[in-house]
Each structure stands twice: as structure tokens, then as C-alpha cells.
């Protein structure tokens, strides 16, 4: 059971670099999430889509951007990262906002360091 | 305005005593859900439970166990006869019915310390 997979699980990154962080997902999940949790906090929702072609900003958008061109996959693109950024990167997928589809499932986590 | 309160940022027992994780919620639609996840040490999210806002009754997992109370707007948990490895940390979130898109709001996590 593959469930939701990201990678990669840990990066350094200089100030000013980009890179994509990659998510997916194989149990046909219409809803997909990326959070971010900061060290000693709860998450905070970054992107979310809800089915292919579509998506939409959540609490903390900026400095990031997503795609959603399959059912399976939901990168998260970091464009000239920043310190701020430094975080753990988790993405999420549920079937249905509904009944008992609507529990999110995570992947693992992408620690991402920005020196 | 939607929330989720965990008061206790930080509970330190010895093993093999109950604690209980408090989790209070603020909603105004009369749909919604409830969840408890688990974060060990090892950084990972797991599931632990749902509950929707018509089912009250209250549920027991092993030496895990759920107390969903509508009239205080709580939905507490409890671990039976702790062990070292329950400790972590654990997220309480909500999510509304009136959300079109039932994003989930988080609890700030409640950081369990058992003790041998």
C-alpha cells in the first residue's frame, strides 16, 4: 500500500534556489493538500486541489505554486526559496468530503532546510 | 469563526497512567468532522480518528479511547495504562460541512511525554 508518497524526504537548499517538491498519491483521491508545519507548531495549508486541472491558495500561498495535471500527482514548486521556508513539507489526499471517504491521509513529510 | 483549541502544549506522565488530551472546537454548521492525528517522534502524520457531528457515541480502540461531547463542543482523548511509545505529538482538527472544500482546521498539537 503506497498510500501518498512525496519526495524527496530531506533537502538543503541555498537562498534564491527553486525546486519542486513531488506528491502522489495511488488510491485515486479526488482532494489533494500541501501543508507546511514550523518547527513546534500545527499545519498550515499551503495549496490545495480538488481534482485534476484545478487548484486553489490556502492559508500560506506565497512564495509557492502547484499543479494538478493528473488525478495522481500535486507538485509544490518553491520559486527562489527563502529562510522562511525552511519547514516540514507534507502532502495529503482524501477521496471524499464526505462520509467515511473524507479522512486525509499524509505522506511522510520533505524536510526542507533554505541556508 | 471555525477553531480548534488543545490547551495543554505539553503533558508529561509515567508510564502506565491514563491521560486524557483535551480538544475544543468552534463551528456554526451542524455538519462536521472531527479528527485526532498521531505525530511520533519520527515526524510522520498518522490517522487516529473520525468522528462526524451526529454520532456522540463514544469509542474505544484498544487502550485508546474517544469522548465526543456536542454540548461542551469537546472531543476529548484518552490513552489507558500509557506506554513509552504513545509518546508524540497529537493534532485535534476540524473540518465544516459549510467549507465547500472541508479544508481541515488544526489544533496547535498537544505534546505527549511518557516516561519509563
Known amino acids: 500500500n503506497a498510500g501518498v508518497t512525496q519526495t524527496p524526504k530531506f533537502r538543503i537548499l541555498k537562498i534564491g534556489q527553486s525546486m519542486t517538491l513531488q506528491c502522489t498519491q495511488d488510491m485515486n483521491h479526488n482532494y489533494m493538500y500541501w501543508y507546511r508545519q514550523d518547527p513546534g507548531m500545527g499545519l498550515k495549508l499551503i495549496y490545495y486541489?480538488?481534482?485534476?486541472?484545478?487548484?486553489d491558495k490556502g492559508e500560506v500561498p506565497n512564495g509557492y505554486n502547484v499543479s494538478r495535471s493528473t488525478t495522481e500527482d500535486f507538485p509544490l514548486r518553491l520559486e527562489l526559496a527563502a529562510p522562511s521556508q525552511t519547514s516540514v513539507y507534507f502532502c495529503?489526499?482524501?477521496?471524499?468530503?464526505?462520509?467515511?471517504?473524507?479522512?486525509?491521509?499524509f505522506g511522510e513529510g520533505s524536510w526542507l532546510t533554505v541556508v | 469563526a471555525q477553531k480548534v483549541t488543545q490547551a495543554q502544549t505539553e503533558i508529561s506522565v509515567v508510564e502506565k497512567e491514563d491521560v486524557t488530551l483535551d480538544c475544543v472546537y468552534e463551528?456554526?454548521?451542524?455538519?462536521?468532522?472531527l479528527f485526532w492525528y498521531k505525530q511520533p517522534p519520527s515526524g510522520e502524520l498518522v490517522f487516529l480518528i473520525r468522528?462526524?457531528?451526529?454520532d456522540e457515541q463514544n469509542e474505544i480502540s484498544g487502550r485508546y479511547s474517544w469522548n465526543f461531547q456536542k454540548s461542551t463542543s469537546s472531543f476529548n482523548f484518552t490513552i489507558t495504562a500509557s506506554q513509552v511509545v504513545d509518546s508524540a505529538v497529537y493534532f485535534c482538527a476540524l473540518s465544516e460541512a459549510g467549507d465547500s472544500n472541508y479544508q481541515l482546521i488544526w489544533g496547535a498539537g498537544t505534546k505527549l511525554i511518557i516516561k519509563p
Open positions: 486541489s480538488v481534482g485534476a486541472g484545478i487548484t
Open positions: 495529503a489526499s482524501r477521496r471524499d468530503l464526505v462520509g467515511s471517504g473524507n479522512t486525509i491521509y
Open positions: 463551528t456554526r454548521d451542524t455538519t462536521y468532522y
Open positions: 468522528r462526524n457531528s451526529f
